[in-house]
T-cell receptor, first 114, second 113 residues
């Protein structure tokens, strides 16, 4: 069964460093999303991406964050200068067809900022 | 906030019993989805119910939706130890072009063998 793949599974970085989290959505999906979950808290929406541009973003998704679909398969989330409070689990998701359909999630990348 | 609360926050039952989790939300929705998360793992989609549906079944899962009360419930029948996980409801707002999922805080279910 097709699945959303995220790499790496765990990323450790120093405060102030740039990180890139990678995702390979399901191949025929059109909408892509990033969410994050701080330990013990609820899952929060960051950004959605459709037709090679951001379609929605939350207050969390400030200038430190960016997304890109550099080729036909990868979807990346970049954090330019990480802060301690960026430590969280980051989930990528994708949707077939209309954006309101089922969102399929990857296993997540645990980001630890030291 | 678009999302309300799920209750209970934690639920512990014996294997074979039924588990019921509730979810409330605040805005009009297009659909509501339930997800499961094993500890430290990703989110697995369980079931989607649209705003014009009142009940939906999938295997041992039964979901109800009451849009007048802005609430939903997830029933897991004949629970198994493997059902131990956190369960989240998430809503898709009915506004045009808005597809983000807004999650509740979840119910942590423990099924004791």
């Amino acid at each position: 069964e097709p699945e959303v793949t995220q790499t790496p599974s765990h990323q450790v970085t120093q405060m102030g460093q740039e990180v890139i989290l990678r995702c390979v959505p399901i191949s025929n999906h059109l909408y892509f999303y990033w969410y994050r979950q701080i330990l013990g808290q609820k899952v929060e929406f960051l950004v959605s991406f459709y037709n090679n541009e951001i379609s929605e973003k939350s207050e969390i998704f400030d200038d430190q964050f960016s997304v890109e679909r550099p080729d036909g398969s990868n979807f990346t989330l970049k954090i330019r200068s990480t802060k301690l409070e960026d430590s969280a689990m980051y989930f990528c998701a994708s949707t077939e067809g209309w954006g309101g359909n089922i969102q399929y999630f990857g296993a997540g990348t645990r980001l630890s900022v030291l | 906030s678009q999302q309300g609360e799920e209750d209970p926050q934690a639920l512990s039952i014996q294997e074979g019993e039924n588990a019921t989790m509730n979810c409330s939300y605040k805005t009009s929705i297009n659909n509501l989805q339930w997800y499961r998360q094993n500890s430290g793992r990703g989110l697995v989609h369980l079931i989607l119910i649209r705003s014009n549906e009142r009940e939906k079944h999938s295997g041992r899962l039964r979901v109800t939706l009451d849009t007048s009360k802005k609430s939903s419930s997830l029933l897991i029948t004949a629970s198994r130890a493997a059902d131990t996980a956190s369960y989240f409801c998430a809503t898709v707002y009915s506004g045009a072009g808005s597809y983000q999922l807004t999650f509740g805080k979840g119910t942590k279910l423990s099924v004791i063998p």
